[in-house]
């Protein structure tokens, strides 16, 4: 009997034990909204956790996460040692939080950057620093002390603090004692720390409630507008921009060396630029080699603390400590070359050119449906299918389903007859094949011009991919009667006055030509180069709230730098369809 109590009593224990534990583990989450164009790879990169962690708590995460659902993000040791993750709830403002969570409204807004009284909403997740700077009490942006861990001030005098003072120029102990209608000795007894009643700029003072006074109302409560526009650094020109650039031109692959070189080049032609409209630069150039000591070499020059902006590097292992320098010292870092790098959801400096694989798909994906509403959609199944499409045809594939729009698929040896049955006359029909590559043009070409040809009354394009500007050269004629679209987020046409102009100007520069393939390096050095350093010359530490203004025309690259979540960097959204029409017109469709 006493036995089978003590059974009892364990299966009772462990039942109540492995309530409470996933009563805990229910609750050591946060609410996550996920937006156009993230992944699970992007969102566990934000948050510091893995997927594997992400998918156990949102079982089929990994097959398929939608646009505006929810989900439950981990807080595990690794990612709340630093800093706590906060999603707004209904009612809760920056001030709430500021006493929720004892640090200021400063430091609230210096971890999220990309947070305004403007997107401070529910749902939104905000990052939360664990403590303010060691031996300072937190302040919000009026002067306010914040009660944190440690805060130290004795329980008396906090009680009779009526309100803080920061004490201004030429202020003395008793013109601050009449301004508050209070006695010298009531302000002395309520600040002990004061020696002798002397007072200083910029000390913080305790103004008691007047003798035997009942405090009558408290302190008005200041609003998000407030908090915000208080704790917003002030802009600060920029008399001379310090720009390093940091590349392998030697000790590494030649090829690279070359199209570093190329960059490094058309970056000058860019300076050349900016310093004819009467800008001053110092421009630092340095060899990164391709291994990280070399780096690191580098970042210990006393001048490179002083930088406003990097350029660099293009090797995937120096990304993260050249990153780590630029947060530290809050330097912008423009990474021109990788997409596949996750640094830019977690640093709030980066500006990553090259645009990450699902949010480039998404934004293609939203242009393509507002583009070709209602069309037929027919995929040709290439022989040898590229590897990097899959992704993208499945998405596409997604997305056109779930619009209800029927999808048909051709084999790439497909017979006239079997094209032709495929045709919906009363629609437009768009072809897509599912590889980017020339040879699959060179296959599929002949017999789309053919069925074009001999089915007049149907409307029919082709649809493809950025490389395709390399090919152009081989399949103009074909391209523009088949009335040929594909998506870029670069894209240069050699005909126009821009283009022409550049590409004599480099040749009279460096003796030489550009690279043929694309994108051209020439082209990326000057349009990066051009774009930031004029954003500096113009508004200098507040490039980033007016990024939205600057109205430049580039030679190649485009610009749509959205940040990814409140506390990361910037990534460009960029996409271009360009467009061979059966007019012999060569157009780029600009969606924004």
Known sequence: MRTFKRLMYCALFVVIFTFKANAQENKSYILHTVEKGQSLYSIS????????????????????????????????????????????????????????????????????????????????????PNSSTPGSPARDANDGIVPTASTQIP??????????????????????????????????????????????????????YPTAQIPAQTKTTPTDTQLFTESRRRPQR????????????????????????EYYEGFLMAVDSMKRSGTSMDIYTYNSGSDVSSLNSILAKSEMKKMDLIFGPLYQDQIKPLADFAEKNNIRLVIPFTSKDNTVFRNPTIYQVNTPQSYLYSEVYEHFLRQFQNANI??????????????????????????????????????????????????????????????????????????????????????????????????????????????SSFYTNNLLPAAINFTKDYRRWFRKDMDERYPKFGMLGFDTGY????????????????????????????????????????????????????????LKLDFD
Not at 174 to 182: D, E, N
Not at 407 to 416: F, G, N, Q, W
Not at 570 to 576: A, C, L
């Open 378 to 487: 027919i995929f040709i199944e290439a022989t040898n299918g590229s590897k990097d499409k899959v992704e993208f045809l499945k998405g596409l594939r997604d997305e056109l389903r779930s619009r209800a729009i029927v999808i048909r698929s051709v084999k790439e040896d497909a017979t006239p007859a079997a094209l032709k049955s495929v045709l919906n006359p009363n629609k437009p029909n768009i072809f897509i094949p599912t590889s980017g590559s020339n040879v699959t043009l060179i296959k599929i070409l002949p017999q789309l011009v053919l069925l074009t040809r001999e089915n007049p009354e149907s409307k029919i394009s082709l649809f493809g991919y950025p490389e395709w500007q390399t090919y152009t050269k081989d399949h103009l004629d074909a391209f523009f009667e088949l009335d040929t679209y594909f998506y």
């Open 238 to 261: 920029m008399s001379i921009i310090k720009a390093a650039i940091i590349l392998p031109f030697v000790d590494s692959d030649p090829g690279e060396a070359a199209r570093m070189t």
């Open 45 to 128: 990169s934000m948050y510091g956790v893995s997927q594997s962690d992400i998918v156990k708590l949102n079982p089929g995460s990994d097959e398929k996460i939608f646009v505006g659902g929810t989900l439950r993000i981990p807080i595990t040791p690794a990612n709340s040692q630093k800093e706590t993750f906060h999603t707004i709830a209904a009612g809760e403002t920056l001030y709430r939080l500021t006493l929720k969570y004892g640090v200021s409204a400063q430091d609230i807004c210096d971890a999220n950057p990309g947070l305004s009284a403007d997107n401070f909403r529910i749902g939104q997740v905000i990052r939360i």
């Open 531 to 586: 774009f930031f350093l004029k954003g500096l010359s113009l508004y200098g530490s507040d490039l980033e709230k007016n990024m939205q203004r600057m109205d430049l025309i580039p030679i190649q690259t485009g610009f749509k730098f959205q940040r990814v979540n409140n506390w990361g960097g910037f990534i460009n959204k960029k996409v271009y369809f360009v467009h061979f029409t059966r007019n012999y017109e060569l």
């Open 155 to 208: 329980g008396p005098v906090q009680s009779r603090c009526r309100e803080m003072h920061k004490v201004q120029k030429k202020e003395s102990l008793f013109s601050i004692s009449r301004q508050y209608g209070v006695t010298e000795a009531d302000i002395i007894a309520a600040n002990p720390e004061l020696k002798g009643g002397n007072v200083k700029k910029g000390d913080f003072l305790c103004i008691p």
